[in-house]
């Protein structure tokens, strides 16, 4: 009976000191606030950060603005698109240039390092919406163009010329984009059909070998990113998550949000190390420690 009891208690403890790991394990994916509830509106969109570490969104206090978020998680307005113009994705360039999406007004905004000026670097009225960006390593710019209604989606890039170029159309809703560390794989979900596919990225910027690189089966997809290991940050809107995928279509790991609604992803912090998400249910930054720094951080 002597025997039993000790294995009893030896297996209580084997198993209670796997579910503590397991417990420990899942606080240390588990994000956290970065900025106040509502500091944004629940429109807040395209996460990106400076070379100087302050990080960026749109639609902060109210629709139209770019805000910034210094590292104490401390916001303000950093400036007010023209007009009717309302942001959706931000990137910066390797010269810390700002490219901003204006989803009314088909532009692609330019706010050049240093200023506070939007000027409209390039224009197509035929776009449903540009909705996100990314930038190639050579400085060519992507851009995802969703029609929520029909529920279809187009590629567009921004050639040598600032000409806003059609790449496929007949898509699902085209919606996160983003490109390998280097600058030869192209990834876009769909985020009603929750597919992500792959292109290859040719020297004229063109694209080829469409791939289908993973498929949900349920909640949608919206932002994507990824780190210098080429693995890519997907936020899984209406979960509250944000899926990590290696470049060989496994999913390492999954990280739990607080909020049900993340909207977009960046890297920033310390060496880059740490990914800030937009939550548009909350209108806020969460953030959670990313495996490796993020492959376009400055």
Not at 221 to 250: A, E, F, H, Q
Request: aromatic share 12%.
């Amino acid at each position: 009976m002597k025997y039993f009891r000790n294995a009893f208690y030896s297996l209580n403890f084997v198993l209670s000191t796997a579910l503590l790991f397991t417990s420990c394990k899942a606080q240390q994916i588990q994000s956290k606030d970065f900025t106040k509830e509502f500091s944004f509106t629940k429109g807040i969109e395209g996460p990106a950060v400076d070379s100087e570490g302050n990080l960026y969104a749109v639609n902060f206090m109210e629709e139209g603005t770019i805000g910034i978020v210094n590292r104490q998680g401390e916001g303000d307005v950093f400036l007010k698109l023209p007009g009717k113009s309302i942001g959706n994705g931000i990137r910066f360039d390797r010269e810390g240039n700002m490219y901003i999406a204006d989803y009314v007004g088909h532009n692609i905004f330019l706010v050049k390092k240093g200023a506070k000026i939007p000027e409209v670097y390039a224009h197509n009225q035929n776009m449903s919406q540009p909705n996100d960006l990314a930038i190639a390593p050579n400085g060519q710019i992507y851009l995802s163009d969703p029609n929520w209604k029909e529920g279809t989606g187009r590629i567009w890039r921004v050639n040598s010329a600032r000409e806003i170029v059609l790449l496929e159309e007949n898509m699902g809703t085209a919606n996160g984009i983003e490109v390998s560390p280097d600058g030869t794989k192209l990834y876009v979900n769909e985020s009603l059909q929750r597919q992500v596919w792959q292109y290859d990225i040719n020297s004229d910027g063109s694209l080829s070998n469409k791939s289908s690189f993973i498929t949900f089966a349920d909640f949608g997809m919206d932002g994507m990113r990824c780190d210098n290991k080429g693995n890519l940050y997907i936020t899984r809107y209406d979960k509250g998550t944000v899926v990590i995928v290696s470049p060989d279509k496994k999913i390492i790991k999954e990280v739990q949000l607080k909020g049900k609604k993340p909207s977009n992803i960046t890297f920033g912090g310390k060496k880059g190390k740490t990914c800030y998400v937009t939550m548009a249910d909350r209108g806020c930054f969460e953030s959670f420690k990313a495996l490796y720094p993020g492959a376009h951080f400055q």
